[in-house]
């Protein structure tokens, strides 16, 4: 059973930095691609990253480009966001998914497994 566990998450200041991860287990992990996503209240979840199964390419929404980085270390099985340069409105749940794929996708559809999430609030 695919298991993904986040952390990281906290309460951060206008222009601070967060780092994320995701632990996963129960399969392969180098074989798939992952994602972070995230959702604010009142909002739909909205894709924030992803990359791919071997690392060697990576897409960001827009909102986030130059200022979030997403790495991952398949030797410990982990994936990282980097978050620069937080801004309040990047405030939301945040949720680590992985599917059935090496490529990446931008459609939380396309994602199998979630995360429970973990907060980040970006606040003076």
């Known amino acids: 059973q695919v298991q993904l566990v986040e952390s990281g998450g906290g309460l951060v200041q206008p222009g601070g930095s967060l780092r994320l991860s995701c632990a996963a287990s129960g399969r392969t992990f180098s074989s798939y691609a992952m994602g972070w996503f995230r959702q604010a209240p009142g909002k739909e979840r909205e894709f924030v990253a992803a990359?791919?199964?071997?690392?060697?390419?990576?897409r960001y929404t827009d909102s986030v480009k130059g200022r979030f980085t997403i790495s991952r270390d398949n030797a410990k099985n982990t994936v990282h966001l980097q978050m620069d340069s937080l801004k309040p409105e990047d405030t939301a749940v945040y949720y680590c998914?992985?599917?059935?794929?090496?490529?990446?996708?931008?459609?939380?559809?396309?994602?199998?497994?979630w995360g429970r999430g973990t907060q980040v609030t970006v606040s003076s």
């Open positions: 990359i791919s199964a071997t690392g060697g390419n990576s």
């Open positions: 998914a992985t599917g059935d794929h090496g490529v990446i996708s931008i459609s939380a559809y396309w994602y199998t497994y």
